[in-house]
Protein backbone atom coordinates (compact mmCIF):
# COMPACT_ATOMS: atom_id res chain seq x y z
CA UNK A 1 0.00 0.00 0.00
CA UNK A 2 1.32 3.94 -0.89
CA UNK A 3 1.98 5.49 1.94
CA UNK A 4 -2.05 7.26 2.24
CA UNK A 5 -4.10 4.12 1.09
CA UNK A 6 -4.81 2.10 -2.25
CA UNK A 7 -5.37 4.31 -4.74
CA UNK A 8 -8.38 2.61 -6.50
CA UNK A 9 -9.64 4.34 -10.09
CA UNK A 10 -13.03 2.86 -9.46
CA UNK A 11 -14.96 -0.05 -8.23
CA UNK A 12 -18.11 -1.43 -9.19
CA UNK A 13 -20.34 -4.62 -9.31
CA UNK A 14 -21.00 -6.76 -12.66
CA UNK A 15 -20.13 -10.10 -14.44
CA UNK A 16 -16.82 -10.94 -14.77
CA UNK A 17 -16.58 -10.41 -19.42
CA UNK A 18 -13.71 -12.88 -19.91
CA UNK A 19 -11.64 -16.03 -19.38
CA UNK A 20 -12.89 -19.09 -17.93
CA UNK A 21 -14.75 -17.53 -15.20
CA UNK A 22 -16.98 -15.45 -17.59
CA UNK A 23 -20.70 -14.50 -16.38
CA UNK A 24 -19.65 -15.08 -12.72
CA UNK A 25 -20.68 -12.14 -10.30
CA UNK A 26 -17.76 -10.42 -9.04
CA UNK A 27 -16.94 -7.06 -7.16
CA UNK A 28 -14.22 -5.53 -9.43
CA UNK A 29 -11.90 -3.17 -7.90
CA UNK A 30 -9.66 -1.24 -10.44
CA UNK A 31 -6.59 0.12 -8.67
CA UNK A 32 -4.89 3.39 -10.66
CA UNK A 33 -1.26 3.21 -12.60
CA UNK A 34 0.86 0.76 -14.98
CA UNK A 35 3.92 0.08 -14.97
CA UNK A 36 3.50 -0.43 -18.89
CA UNK A 37 1.81 2.76 -20.03
CA UNK A 38 1.55 5.88 -18.35
CA UNK A 39 -2.43 6.12 -19.38
CA UNK A 40 -2.47 9.48 -21.55
CA UNK A 41 -3.24 9.25 -24.85
CA UNK A 42 -0.23 11.41 -26.05
CA UNK A 43 2.17 8.72 -23.90
CA UNK A 44 0.83 5.41 -26.13
CA UNK A 45 3.19 5.62 -28.83
CA UNK A 46 5.76 5.46 -26.24
CA UNK A 47 4.72 2.90 -23.88
CA UNK A 48 5.45 -1.25 -24.14
CA UNK A 49 1.31 -1.84 -23.91
CA UNK A 50 0.15 0.34 -26.72
CA UNK A 51 -3.79 -1.13 -27.07
CA UNK A 52 -5.03 -0.59 -23.37
CA UNK A 53 -9.10 -0.24 -23.32
CA UNK A 54 -9.24 1.21 -19.99
CA UNK A 55 -8.84 4.82 -18.47
CA UNK A 56 -6.51 4.32 -15.69
CA UNK A 57 -5.56 7.50 -14.33
CA UNK A 58 -6.82 9.02 -11.21
CA UNK A 59 -9.08 7.96 -8.41
CA UNK A 60 -12.14 9.61 -10.11
CA UNK A 61 -14.25 6.89 -11.49
CA UNK A 62 -17.22 5.35 -9.79
CA UNK A 63 -16.53 4.37 -6.38
CA UNK A 64 -12.85 5.33 -7.01
CA UNK A 65 -10.31 7.26 -4.18
CA UNK A 66 -8.03 6.51 -1.87
CA UNK A 67 -8.57 3.48 0.83
CA UNK A 68 -6.80 1.89 3.71
CA UNK A 69 -6.88 -1.37 3.93
CA UNK A 70 -10.62 -2.29 5.96
CA UNK A 71 -12.42 0.72 4.39
CA UNK A 72 -11.06 -1.30 1.08
CA UNK A 73 -12.42 -4.35 2.10
CA UNK A 74 -15.85 -2.58 3.36
CA UNK A 75 -16.33 -1.17 0.14
CA UNK A 76 -16.45 -4.07 -1.12
CA UNK A 77 -18.48 -5.79 0.90
CA UNK A 78 -20.91 -3.16 0.74
CA UNK A 79 -21.11 -3.77 -3.19
CA UNK A 80 -22.32 -7.24 -2.85
CA UNK A 81 -25.67 -8.45 -2.86
CA UNK A 82 -26.77 -9.17 0.99
CA UNK A 83 -29.11 -11.55 0.32
CA UNK A 84 -30.08 -14.17 3.15
CA UNK A 85 -31.52 -16.92 0.86
CA UNK A 86 -28.05 -17.55 -1.33
CA UNK A 87 -25.56 -19.27 1.03
CA UNK A 88 -24.11 -21.16 -1.67
CA UNK A 89 -22.57 -18.07 -3.75
CA UNK A 90 -19.20 -16.72 -2.37
CA UNK A 91 -18.35 -13.56 -2.55
CA UNK A 92 -16.10 -12.84 -5.58
CA UNK A 93 -13.36 -9.73 -5.89
CA UNK A 94 -11.73 -9.29 -8.90
CA UNK A 95 -8.39 -6.94 -8.49
CA UNK A 96 -7.74 -5.34 -11.99
CA UNK A 97 -5.83 -1.69 -13.11
CA UNK A 98 -4.39 -0.71 -14.60
CA UNK A 99 -1.41 -3.41 -12.89
CA UNK A 100 -2.60 -4.41 -9.87
CA UNK A 101 0.78 -5.76 -8.18
CA UNK A 102 1.96 -1.97 -8.55
CA UNK A 103 -0.24 -1.85 -4.90
CA UNK A 104 -1.70 -5.43 -3.87
CA UNK A 105 -0.44 -6.89 -1.00
CA UNK A 106 -0.24 -10.80 0.74
CA UNK A 107 -2.21 -8.82 3.71
CA UNK A 108 -5.05 -6.84 1.44
CA UNK A 109 -5.57 -10.07 -0.21
CA UNK A 110 -5.86 -12.00 3.28
CA UNK A 111 -8.23 -9.34 4.61
CA UNK A 112 -10.26 -9.91 1.73
CA UNK A 113 -10.03 -13.83 2.48
CA UNK A 114 -10.99 -13.00 5.82
CA UNK A 115 -14.11 -11.35 5.13
CA UNK A 116 -15.47 -14.37 2.64
CA UNK A 117 -14.08 -13.19 -0.56
CA UNK A 118 -12.52 -15.32 -3.27
CA UNK A 119 -9.33 -13.18 -4.53
CA UNK A 120 -8.70 -12.54 -8.13
CA UNK A 121 -6.63 -11.11 -10.66
CA UNK A 122 -5.82 -10.10 -13.83
CA UNK A 123 -2.19 -8.95 -14.03
CA UNK A 124 0.29 -8.03 -16.99
CA UNK A 125 2.60 -10.75 -14.82
CA UNK A 126 5.94 -8.81 -15.49
CA UNK A 127 5.58 -7.99 -11.35
CA UNK A 128 5.44 -10.74 -8.65
CA UNK A 129 1.91 -11.20 -7.77
CA UNK A 130 1.03 -11.93 -3.88
CA UNK A 131 1.07 -15.96 -3.86
CA UNK A 132 -2.16 -16.39 -1.11
CA UNK A 133 -4.45 -15.15 -4.29
CA UNK A 134 -6.80 -17.66 -5.45
CA UNK A 135 -6.78 -17.46 -9.13
CA UNK A 136 -4.37 -15.42 -11.13
CA UNK A 137 -5.33 -14.72 -15.26
CA UNK A 138 -1.87 -13.11 -16.58
CA UNK A 139 -1.61 -11.20 -19.70
CA UNK A 140 0.87 -10.97 -21.48
CA UNK A 141 2.06 -7.89 -23.54
CA UNK A 142 4.10 -6.89 -26.18
CA UNK A 143 8.13 -6.85 -25.25
CA UNK A 144 7.38 -6.76 -21.97
CA UNK A 145 9.46 -9.75 -19.58
CA UNK A 146 7.25 -12.18 -17.58
CA UNK A 147 7.91 -13.00 -14.00
CA UNK A 148 4.47 -14.60 -13.24
CA UNK A 149 5.32 -17.93 -14.69
CA UNK A 150 2.64 -20.01 -13.49
CA UNK A 151 -1.13 -19.08 -13.28
CA UNK A 152 -4.21 -19.78 -13.66
CA UNK A 153 -5.47 -19.02 -16.74
CA UNK A 154 -3.13 -17.08 -19.60
CA UNK A 155 -5.44 -14.69 -21.35
CA UNK A 156 -3.80 -12.86 -24.55
CA UNK A 157 -4.97 -10.09 -26.59
CA UNK A 158 -4.68 -10.95 -29.86
CA UNK A 159 -2.91 -10.23 -32.59
CA UNK A 160 -0.82 -7.86 -31.53
CA UNK A 161 2.41 -7.24 -33.93
CA UNK A 162 5.24 -8.41 -32.03
CA UNK A 163 4.04 -10.92 -29.21
CA UNK A 164 2.81 -14.17 -30.86
CA UNK A 165 0.87 -17.10 -28.95
CA UNK A 166 3.58 -19.80 -29.33
CA UNK A 167 6.12 -17.30 -27.22
CA UNK A 168 3.84 -17.54 -24.55
CA UNK A 169 2.73 -20.90 -24.75
CA UNK A 170 5.51 -21.74 -22.01
CA UNK A 171 3.93 -20.20 -19.19
CA UNK A 172 2.06 -22.78 -16.93
CA UNK A 173 -1.42 -22.21 -16.88
CA UNK A 174 -4.61 -24.30 -16.69
CA UNK A 175 -6.40 -23.00 -19.73
CA UNK A 176 -5.10 -20.55 -22.65
CA UNK A 177 -7.41 -17.32 -23.97
CA UNK A 178 -7.22 -15.94 -26.82
CA UNK A 179 -8.67 -11.99 -26.28
CA UNK A 180 -9.87 -10.29 -29.75
CA UNK A 181 -8.02 -7.05 -29.46
CA UNK A 182 -11.06 -4.42 -29.04
CA UNK A 183 -10.96 -0.50 -29.97
CA UNK A 184 -9.38 1.63 -27.77
CA UNK A 185 -8.17 5.06 -27.86
CA UNK A 186 -9.48 8.28 -28.52
CA UNK A 187 -12.55 6.29 -30.27
CA UNK A 188 -12.81 3.75 -27.92
CA UNK A 189 -16.37 2.00 -29.09
CA UNK A 190 -16.10 -0.29 -26.85
CA UNK A 191 -16.38 -2.76 -30.17
CA UNK A 192 -14.31 -5.90 -30.23
CA UNK A 193 -12.75 -5.15 -33.93
CA UNK A 194 -14.92 -7.36 -36.28
CA UNK A 195 -11.06 -8.73 -38.00
CA UNK A 196 -9.35 -9.75 -34.83
CA UNK A 197 -12.21 -11.88 -34.01
CA UNK A 198 -12.27 -13.61 -37.24
CA UNK A 199 -8.37 -13.84 -36.79
CA UNK A 200 -8.62 -15.25 -33.41
CA UNK A 201 -10.76 -17.53 -34.14
CA UNK A 202 -9.05 -19.24 -37.17
CA UNK A 203 -5.92 -19.11 -34.50
CA UNK A 204 -8.30 -21.42 -31.85
CA UNK A 205 -9.35 -23.51 -35.08
CA UNK A 206 -5.31 -24.37 -35.94
CA UNK A 207 -3.81 -24.37 -32.33
CA UNK A 208 -6.77 -25.97 -30.42
CA UNK A 209 -4.80 -25.35 -27.02
CA UNK A 210 -5.74 -22.23 -27.23
CA UNK A 211 -9.73 -20.91 -26.61
CA UNK A 212 -11.53 -18.01 -27.66
CA UNK A 213 -12.48 -15.38 -24.51
CA UNK A 214 -14.85 -12.30 -25.90
CA UNK A 215 -15.27 -9.34 -23.62
CA UNK A 216 -19.06 -10.59 -22.92
CA UNK A 217 -19.74 -7.43 -20.85
CA UNK A 218 -18.88 -5.25 -24.25
CA UNK A 219 -21.53 -7.41 -26.23
CA UNK A 220 -23.93 -7.05 -22.81
CA UNK A 221 -23.35 -3.35 -22.59
CA UNK A 222 -22.75 -3.50 -18.81
CA UNK A 223 -19.54 -1.78 -18.02
C1 LIG B 1 -7.04 -3.19 -18.51
S1 LIG B 1 -6.19 -4.67 -18.17
C2 LIG B 1 -5.73 -4.46 -16.45
C3 LIG B 1 -4.97 -5.63 -15.86
C4 LIG B 1 -3.52 -5.79 -16.30
N1 LIG B 1 -2.83 -4.57 -16.40
C5 LIG B 1 -3.45 -6.56 -17.61
O1 LIG B 1 -3.13 -5.97 -18.64
O2 LIG B 1 -3.75 -7.75 -17.58
C6 LIG B 1 -7.52 -5.88 -18.06
C7 LIG B 1 -7.66 -6.83 -19.20
O3 LIG B 1 -8.07 -6.10 -20.36
C8 LIG B 1 -7.35 -6.60 -21.47
N2 LIG B 1 -7.32 -5.58 -22.52
C9 LIG B 1 -6.78 -4.35 -22.45
N3 LIG B 1 -6.96 -3.68 -23.61
C10 LIG B 1 -7.63 -4.51 -24.44
C11 LIG B 1 -8.11 -4.41 -25.77
N4 LIG B 1 -7.92 -3.31 -26.53
N5 LIG B 1 -8.78 -5.47 -26.29
C12 LIG B 1 -8.98 -6.60 -25.56
N6 LIG B 1 -8.54 -6.76 -24.29
C13 LIG B 1 -7.88 -5.72 -23.74
C14 LIG B 1 -5.98 -6.89 -20.86
O4 LIG B 1 -5.20 -7.71 -21.69
C15 LIG B 1 -6.37 -7.56 -19.57
O5 LIG B 1 -6.62 -8.92 -19.77
N1 LIG C 1 -17.13 -7.01 -16.76
C1 LIG C 1 -15.81 -6.90 -16.88
N2 LIG C 1 -15.06 -8.02 -16.92
C2 LIG C 1 -13.71 -7.86 -16.98
N3 LIG C 1 -12.77 -8.84 -16.95
C3 LIG C 1 -11.54 -8.25 -16.94
C4 LIG C 1 -11.71 -6.88 -16.97
C5 LIG C 1 -10.62 -5.91 -16.73
O1 LIG C 1 -10.68 -4.77 -17.20
O2 LIG C 1 -9.70 -6.31 -16.01
C6 LIG C 1 -13.08 -6.62 -17.02
C7 LIG C 1 -13.89 -5.44 -17.06
O3 LIG C 1 -13.44 -4.30 -17.18
N4 LIG C 1 -15.25 -5.64 -16.97
S1 LIG D 1 -0.78 -3.64 -19.03
FE1 LIG D 1 -3.00 -3.70 -18.62
S2 LIG D 1 -3.50 -1.75 -17.59
FE2 LIG D 1 -1.42 -1.59 -18.38
S3 LIG D 1 -1.72 -0.49 -20.26
FE3 LIG D 1 -1.74 -2.68 -20.76
S4 LIG D 1 -3.88 -3.40 -20.66
FE4 LIG D 1 -3.76 -1.34 -19.71
MG1 LIG E 1 -11.82 -4.17 -18.90
New binding site residues.
Partial sequence: MAKSGFNVKEAFY?????GARAGRASV?IRFSKCNLWNGKESGRGAAVCQFCD?DIVGTDGQNGGTYNQQALVELALSLWPQLTDDTKSKPYV?F?GGEPALQLTESLVSDFQQAGFECAV?SNGTLPLPTNLDWVCISPKGTSEIVVKQCDELKLVYPQVDLSPDAVSGISASYFYLSPMADYGEQNSGMIIRENMQAATQYCLDHPQWRMSLQT?KLLG??
Fill in positions: TLQGEFTVTEHID
